[in-house]
């Protein structure tokens, strides 16, 4: 599967955005969808990650209640919405697809997107 994340910016904190990932082709539907980040000086960390066809998540303590995870698998696109940004949200973000949720949790990714920078000022 190769993946392309797109929707990074320049955010105030408090503000939202939402991140989007493109699938190149049907196999989208045999993989759980994931999103990480990393931080400058930061190991990549993961945040979000959604099951096929997507009945269950799971989050990273420090998102939860702040970031979305979702797919359209019709458009073989995995979305993040995150809101009430803060600073120590700034970061390149990266969309992964996996075999589980729980593999995934661990950092078990079968393949990476090229990441886009999200810059939360305060």
């Known amino acids: 599967v190769q993946l392309q994340a797109s929707g990074g910016g320049l955010v105030r904190a408090g503000g939202s955005l939402i991140l989007s990932c493109a699938a190149s082709d049907d196999t989208f539907s045999s993989f759980g969808m994931g999103w990480f980040r990393q931080a400058p000086g930061k190991e990549r960390e993961f945040l979000a990650a959604?099951?096929?066809?997507?009945?269950?998540?799971n989050y990273q303590d420090s998102v939860k209640g702040r970031f979305t995870i979702s797919r359209d698998n019709a458009g073989n696109t995995v979305y993040l919405q995150m809101n009430t940004l803060k600073p120590e949200d700034t970061a390149v973000y990266y969309c992964?697809?996996?075999?589980?949720?729980?593999?995934?949790?661990?950092?078990?990714?079968?393949?990476w997107g090229k990441g886009t920078l999200v810059t939360v000022s305060s």
């Open positions: 992964a697809a996996g075999p589980t949720i729980e593999i995934m949790a661990r950092g078990g990714v079968a393949s």
């Open positions: 959604i099951s096929w066809p997507g009945g269950r998540t």
